[in-house]
């Protein structure tokens, strides 16, 4: 604790008496000042005694007596020390009402007792003070040290949050809660998730405090990581502002964090050249050497479906899927295989694991932004997915070029993730959406055009009806409402004009797909 005027007045060495403001001895003392100037108010900072023998002040003037305390008063002056025998036998009456009246505790001070002892006594008492702070400081950091060696993070935030008498809580690079102390802290902390997001921003270190959720306490939020951007963010929440203990505690706590978080993205960095070797093994057709370089790291998840994800995209963009996947996998307790190449990401995740679904809704929410007005000239560098079916270790080749192909195609139609289940199911004739395809049914297509152009006949319907038909005359031309050898003439110019046989059924089918891509515009 630090000295207080209480303090003060029962140290017995001093014999202190109280002539005003007894209510209000409990306000601690930042320094014991010395001061004869009539106005001492712009040497003041707050906090402090004054100690006076008022040489040059008229003491005994009530309105002189009023303003100057109510100057002290307002400069944050804490009490007031006045010594006599000097140029008064006894505090002036005037100055002991204007202290009343301003509720400014008035100490009078004996003859004997001199200004220089007060000021060792508070300076003792302040030097007192910050010794305990640093050694309970340095207490609360092996405390914090023993239990993130032996517990961990959480072991560490419910010793921190003992420290500081409130709670304390974690984030991931993702701004989600990790883990809280105690445990009721959970939805206070979930709570913080914007502002620790806008911290995030901000580069590393970085630091804000801000009201409590409907203002139940004062919370301090502190960056973790020495990179640009943080990967984790530390909340502590107190009723009230720290003490140099308790901020000795917080600190120790961040930079023990800190190192947590750095020696994780060391492993992280090993795991990823191991998840590399794995693909590269996977991809070779070596699922049996993939799985024993895995080991205890990956081989959960090689026993069992996955799905393998490619992505192509600028820096910052695949950056934050890499975040959102591995945040969603830490969370779940789910194993994942991230492998950065570049501007490439391969994934391999579980089928139907958190994983996956983070991955769908990244690219759902990057969707959404390129709808948006400011975006529609989205860069070419934008992100693109491709995600396979589900397949297993043997198939794991296979799962590759499925996602590539997915990939390909989300290219192709502009959208930022496409599933290769989506283009197994279905209808082909989507994808005749395609630019070239469109290009090549118009070339094929283009003379037939240019001849009914000419009103010479109807070559175009009459072929999509014959073909429709499968080549049955009699039901085709009943169609278009002609005689049979009217559609047979008109066949022969379709032959002629294009110079293919529609006997060969590779003509029939190019022409079929053509006429849908066509008719698809």
């Given at each position: 604790m630090p000295p207080t005027l209480a303090s003060l007045v029962h140290h017995s060495a001093l014999k202190l008496t109280v002539r005003a403001g007894e209510d209000r001895l409990d306000v601690p003392v930042r320094w014991a000042h010395v001061s004869e100037l009539a106005d001492p108010v712009p040497y003041m900072e707050g906090g402090e005694l004054l100690l006076i023998t008022a040489l040059k002040l008229d003491a005994e003037d009530p309105e002189a007596m009023r303003k100057y305390v109510k100057r002290l008063v307002g400069a944050g002056v804490v009490g007031l020390g006045f010594a006599v025998g000097v140029n008064y036998d006894e505090i002036p009456k005037a100055l002991v009402d204007a202290a009343e009246r301003e509720g400014l505790p008035l100490l009078e001070v004996p003859r004997r007792t001199p200004f220089l002892a007060i000021s060792k006594a508070v300076s003792a008492a302040i030097a007192a003070d910050q010794y305990r702070a640093v050694t309970a400081g340095f207490a609360a950091q092996r405390e914090l040290t023993r239990q993130a060696l032996n517990a961990g993070p959480e072991g560490l935030l419910t010793a921190l949050a003992a420290q500081v008498d409130g709670w304390a809580a974690l984030y991931d690079a993702s701004g989600a809660v990790v883990a809280t102390a105690p445990e009721w802290a959970g939805r206070r902390a979930a709570r913080l998730t914007a502002e620790v997001e806008r911290l995030r921003e901000r580069p590393a270190p970085a630091s804000s405090v801000v009201g409590g959720p409907d203002n139940e306490d004062r919370v301090e939020l502190h960056s973790l990581g020495t990179g640009r951007r943080p990967r984790a963010a530390l909340a502590v929440g107190t009723a009230s502002a720290l003490g140099t203990a308790e901020r000795y505690a917080v600190h120790s706590a961040i930079a023990l964090l800190t190192l947590t978080t750095e020696r994780s993205r060391s492993l992280h960095a090993a795991e990823q050249r191991v998840g590399a070797a794995v693909l590269r093994m996977l991809l070779a057709g070596q699922p049996d050497h993939a799985r024993g370089v895995a080991g205890d790291l990956y081989g959960g998840l090689l026993d069992a479906p996955f799905r393998m994800i490619v992505a192509d995209a600028g820096g910052e963009l695949l950056a934050g899927l890499i975040e959102a996947v591995e945040s969603a996998a830490a969370r779940s307790g789910e194993a994942v295989l991230v492998v950065p190449e570049?501007?490439?990401?391969?994934?391999?995740?579980?089928?139907?694991?958190?994983?996956?679904?983070?991955?769908?809704?990244?690219?759902?929410?990057?969707?959404?932004?390129?709808?948006?007005?400011?975006?529609?000239?989205?860069?070419?560098?934008?992100?693109?997915?491709?995600?396979?079916?589900?397949?297993?270790?043997?198939?794991?080749?296979?799962?590759?070029?499925?996602?590539?192909?997915?990939?390909?195609?989300?290219r192709r139609r502009g959208r930022v993730l496409v599933e290769h289940d989506q283009l197994a199911s279905g209808s082909v004739l989507p994808l005749l959406a395609d630019d070239a395809v469109k290009a090549f049914a118009d070339g094929l297509l283009r003379p037939l055009y240019e001849h009914d152009a000419t009103g010479r006949g109807d070559l175009v319907a009459s072929l999509r009806a014959w073909l429709s038909r499968h080549?049955?005359?009699?039901?085709?031309?009943?169609?278009?409402?002609?005689?049979?050898?009217?559609?047979?003439?008109?066949?022969?110019?379709?032959?002629?004009?294009?110079?293919?046989?529609?006997?060969?059924?590779?003509?029939?089918?190019?022409?079929?797909?053509?006429?849908?891509?066509?008719?698809?515009?």
């Open positions: 570049g501007e490439r990401l391969v994934v391999l995740a579980a089928d139907g694991g958190a994983a996956v679904a983070a991955t769908v809704e990244y690219a759902a929410a990057r969707e959404a932004a390129r709808a948006a007005p400011e975006q529609a000239d989205a860069a070419d560098d934008d992100l693109v997915v491709g995600l396979s079916a589900p397949s297993g270790p043997i198939a794991a080749a296979a799962a590759y070029k499925q996602a590539e192909q997915a990939l390909s195609v989300a080549g049955q005359w009699d039901a085709a031309a009943a169609d278009l409402g002609v005689h049979r050898h009217t559609l047979r003439y008109r066949m022969r110019r379709v032959e002629e004009i294009l110079g293919r046989s529609l006997d060969d059924p590779d003509v029939r089918m190019e022409l079929w797909l053509a006429l849908k891509a066509t008719s698809a515009e």
